[in-house]
């Protein structure tokens, strides 16, 4: 049901344009117009830019272009001293990549990839970690194994009928449900930190991320390009949300488990 499958089918189509017009053109077009918006009404624009150029891409790069919460660029001018990257080909990732740049069907590919990566590495931990934690025990019915099985071997043009997601799902209940719960779009779990980082939040961003000494260790992270990243958030020039929210959690668990250990010793 995620959007990110609509995503797909229409990258699909998206590379047969010419390369002038579909890498070129048409994702330089978006950001001229994400730039001349107003500060805080550039956001959905500079979505389009994104999906244009994902788009463009060979599979593989687009699908972790999707996924990821910020570019290599980004990650690489937030920090002091470069990391180097150590390539290790018997990696989940780059099993995931292997499959990804196969033949098999697009929706097939990004399903075993999301199975593989987000539903075990991610979803999953989030409900078991917290369901333990308040004594609930908690099923997942939809990922009985004999169902899981079935489903895989569904043909993809049956699974996205047209722009329509969880055709067969929908089809199954619409007998039991009402209109209105058959026809829902998808609804996640999702929180709004793009507001919250501007409001609410905005004091503990400025403690661990900007003020002297904070959570981020100034060995590791350029604290003027931190602040200007944040600063740009606050003032709606682009969407950071997702980058501060790592950071965030790096320097709260810099400063509780480096930062107090090392001053007790």
Not at 119 to 148: G, N, T, Y
Request: charged residues 25%; proline residues 5%.
């Amino acid at each position: 049901g995620y959007s990110s499958y609509r995503g797909i089918r229409f990258a699909e189509s998206y590379r047969q344009l010419p390369a002038w017009l579909g890498q070129g053109l048409l994702p330089s077009a978006a950001g001229a117009v994400a730039s001349a918006l107003p500060r805080g009404r550039r956001y959905a624009a500079q979505r389009v830019q994104k999906v244009f150029a994902d788009s463009g891409m060979a599979f593989a790069d687009m699908y972790f272009s999707k996924q990821a919460l910020c570019s290599d660029d980004l990650i690489s001018g937030l920090l002091s001293t470069p990391i180097g990257r150590e390539e290790r080909p018997d990696t989940s990732i780059s099993g995931i990549r292997q499959v990804l740049s196969s033949e098999a069907p697009a929706v097939n590919k990004a399903t075993y990839a999301d199975i593989r990566f987000r539903l075990l590495e991610d979803m999953l931990v989030k409900v078991d970690r917290m369901s333990m934690a308040h004594s609930l025990e908690v099923r997942s019915p939809f990922l009985d194994h004999r169902l899981v099985e079935f489903a895989l071997a569904i043909p993809p043009a049956l699974k996205l009928r047209g722009w329509e997601t969880k055709a067969i799902l929908r089809d199954t209940v619409r007998g039991y449900l009402p209109r209105s719960t058959v026809q829902k779009k998808k609804q996640g779990f999702g929180v709004p930190l793009r507001e919250w980082f501007k409001t609410g939040l905005h004091e503990m961003v400025g403690d661990y991320l900007e003020s002297e000494p904070g959570g981020l260790p100034a060995d590791t992270f350029d604290r003027k390009a931190v602040r200007q990243l944040v600063a740009r958030h606050q003032k709606g020039e682009a969407d950071y949300s997702q980058v501060i929210w790592m950071l965030l959690n790096y320097a709260t668990w810099h400063d509780l488990y480096v930062s107090r250990s090392s001053a007790r010793f």
